[in-house]
C-alpha cells in the first residue's frame, strides 16, 4: 500500500511538471490563431524550422521572392523543433510529451533515438559537435555522433524560460547559461573538455538574451529590463561593446543575434521596433580648433568631455554608449519572434520569424542604415498566400519565382507511414532515459555532405 501511495504521488509531481512546462511554452508570446508554438533559423540562418499544432515544417532560405518547403510532419504538435545546419538530423518536442526529445533524420522518415528527462524540456541547442538539452534546473550535454550524455550540470540556478545558447563553432564549443536568477552573471562552460570556463558579471538584472557570435569568441547579453545590450570576450570576460536599445520603457528581449560575419548585432523584443546594432570601434573624433561661435551644442559637448571624471558613471555610461545602427518597424507587437542577419541573393538580409505565422525579410544597408525597407513576408503555416496591395513586391535586383507564393506540392514530401516508420526504428536502440548507454557504433548520415565538415571563418 504504501508503495501504491509513493507510486500515485510521484506520478502526481510528473504531472504537475509536465502541465507546468507546456504552459510555461505555450504562454511565451505565441498568437493561438495562428498554430504556431516555435519559430527558429538553424545555425548558418539557411533554413527556418516551424514547430505548430499540426507538426512541423522545414523551409530554405535561399531565396527571397519564394519560400520553398522542404519538409513537412503532420503527425503530432510540435514545441520544439531544431535542424542541425543543412543536414537531415533534427530534435523535435513534442507538447504532449514535453520531457521526451527525439532525434530524427527527417529525409528517410526514421527515429534515431529519443530520451526521457525528469522535467519539462525547455530547450535544445546543437553543433556540429554536441547536443545540448536544457531544463529548469539542469543542462545535458550530448555527443552529438552517438548521442550519449557526456556530461550533466545540475542544480542550475532556476532557468524557468531555459535560457541558454551554444556556439556553433565546434572549435570554441561553449555553452552559456544563466549563472544567478537574481542578477546577469552568465556562466560559460567549455562543452567539449566539459568544465566551467568563466564566469562573467554581465548586468545587474537577471539575465533575458544571449547569444554567441558565429566564431565562438564573443558573446552578447541583454538583462530583463531590455535597456542595454553589451559584448563580451569569451576568453577572458572582457566588454567589447555596450549598446542602449532604449531609455523610455522596459522591454522583454526575445532575440539576440549576430550576422554571420560577426559585423553586425539584431535585437528583438516584444514591442514593434527590431534594433541592429554595428560592431565597430568608436573613430577618434578631431581635435578643433576652440570657436567662440560654436554654440550651445559645442559648449555641451565640451562640458560633458571636462566633466567626465567626476560625473557618476551611470551618465558618462549613457553618454559612451552605442546607438542603433538601423532598425525595422513590425507589423505587430506582444508576440514571440526571432530574427536573422543573414545573405540571400547576394544581398543582407534581416529576418524576423514571428508566432503570429509570417516570416518577413527586410533590406538592410550596410552602408547608411537608417529603417530597414519590408521586401517580402511569407506565411509559415502552410496555408496558401494572398498578394494584397498592402504586400510588398521584390526589388528589382531580386529574382524570384511566382507572385502568388503558393508552395509547391512536389517541395513538401510526406513522412513515411507510421508502421514503416516504427520499422525501420527498431533498428536503432530507444534509451528510455537521459543516462542510459546509447548504442554500439553510433550512427552516420549516408551522404557526408548532409554533415559538412567545420569551416573555419574569421570575424
Keep these: 500500500m504504501q508503495n501504491f501511495a509513493r507510486n500515485v504521488d510521484v506520478l502526481t509531481q510528473g504531472l504537475k511538471a509536465g502541465i507546468s512546462g507546456l504552459m510555461n511554452l505555450a504562454s511565451q508570446g505565441s498568437d493561438p490563431a495562428s498554430g504556431v508554438f516555435f519559430v527558429n533559423f538553424n545555425q548558418d540562418c539557411t533554413s527556418l524550422a516551424v514547430g505548430t499544432k499540426t ?41 504532449l510529451s514535453p520531457r521526451k526529445l527525439k532525434v530524427c533524420h527527417f ?95 554581465a548586468h545587474d538584472s537577471p539575465l533575458a538574451a544571449l547569444g554567441f557570435s558565429p566564431s565562438g569568441t564573443k558573446v552578447a547579453t ?85 566633466s567626465a571624471n567626476y560625473l557618476p ?33 547576394k544581398v543582407l538580409r534581416l529576418l524576423v520569424a514571428s508566432a503570429d505565422g509570417y516570416l518577413y525579410i527586410y533590406n538592410l544597408d550596410t552602408t547608411e542604415g537608417g529603417d530597414c525597407t519590408l521586401v517580402k513576408q511569407h506565411r509559415l503555416d502552410g496555408k496558401p498566400e494572398q498578394q494584397s496591395e498592402s504586400q510588398p513586391t521584390s526589388s528589382g535586383n531580386d529574382h524570384g519565382a511566382t507572385a502568388a507564393n503558393a508552395l509547391p506540392s512536389h517541395s513538401s514530401p510526406k513522412p513515411v507511414s507510421s508502421s514503416a516508420a516504427s520499422a525501420e526504428s527498431e533498428k536503432f536502440h530507444e534509451m528510455a532515459t537521459a543516462t542510459e548507454s546509447p548504442p554500439k557504433g553510433g550512427f552516420r548520415f549516408d551522404d557526408d555532405s548532409e554533415f559538412p565538415p567545420v569551416t573555419q571563418k574569421t570575424e
Excluded at 519564394?66 to 514545441?79: A, H, R, S, V
Excluded at 555527443?143 to 556553433?168: A, E, F, Q, W, Y
Design 107 to 201: 529525409k528517410k522518415g526514421t527515429e534515431i533515438c529519443n530520451y526521457s528527462y525528469s522535467n519539462t524540456i525547455l530547450a535544445v541547442k546543437l553543433n556540429r559537435a554536441r547536443l545540448v538539452v536544457c531544463l529548469e534546473e539542469s543542462l545535458y550535454i550530448h555527443n552529438i555522433r552517438d548521442m550519449r550524455v557526456l556530461h550533466t550540470i545540475r542544480d542550475t540556478p532556476p532557468n524557468p524560460t531555459g535560457l541558454c545558447t551554444l556556439s556553433i563553432n565546434s572549435d570554441h564549443c561553449y555553452l552559456a547559461y544563466p549563472g544567478s536568477n537574481t542578477i546577469g552573471e552568465v556562466q560559460i562552460f567549455d562543452a567539449i573538455n566539459l568544465h566551467a570556463k568563466t564566469m562573467i558579471p
Design 313 to 345: 558613471s551611470q551618465v558618462t555610461d549613457v553618454f559612451n554608449q552605442g546607438r542603433a545602427f538601423a532598425t525595422v518597424h513590425l507589423p505587430f507587437q506582444g508576440l514571440r519572434n526571432v530574427c536573422a542577419i543573414t545573405v540571400i541573393q
Design 55 to 95: 507538426g512541423y515544417r522545414l523551409f530554405s532560405l535561399n531565396s527571397v521572392d519564394y519560400l520553398e518547403q522542404i519538409y513537412e510532419n503532420d503527425t503530432e504538435d510540435i514545441c520544439i523543433v531544431e535542424r542541425l545546419f543543412s543536414s537531415s538530423l533534427v530534435a523535435v518536442v513534442s507538447l
Design 222 to 306: 541583454a538583462s530583463e529590463k531590455g535597456t542595454v545590450i553589451r559584448v563580451f570576450l569569451v576568453h577572458d570576460g572582457t566588454k567589447l561593446f555596450e549598446f542602449r536599445r532604449g531609455v523610455k520603457r522596459c522591454v522583454s528581449i526575445s532575440s539576440l543575434v549576430f550576422s554571420m560575419d560577426a559585423n553586425f548585432l539584431c535585437c528583438s523584443s516584444n514591442t514593434e521596433t527590431v534594433h541592429v546594432f554595428k560592431l565597430e570601434e568608436p573613430k577618434e573624433a578631431p581635435r578643433q580648433v576652440p570657436d567662440e561661435n560654436q554654440g550651445w551644442i559645442g559648449y555641451f559637448t565640451k562640458a560633458v568631455s571636462a
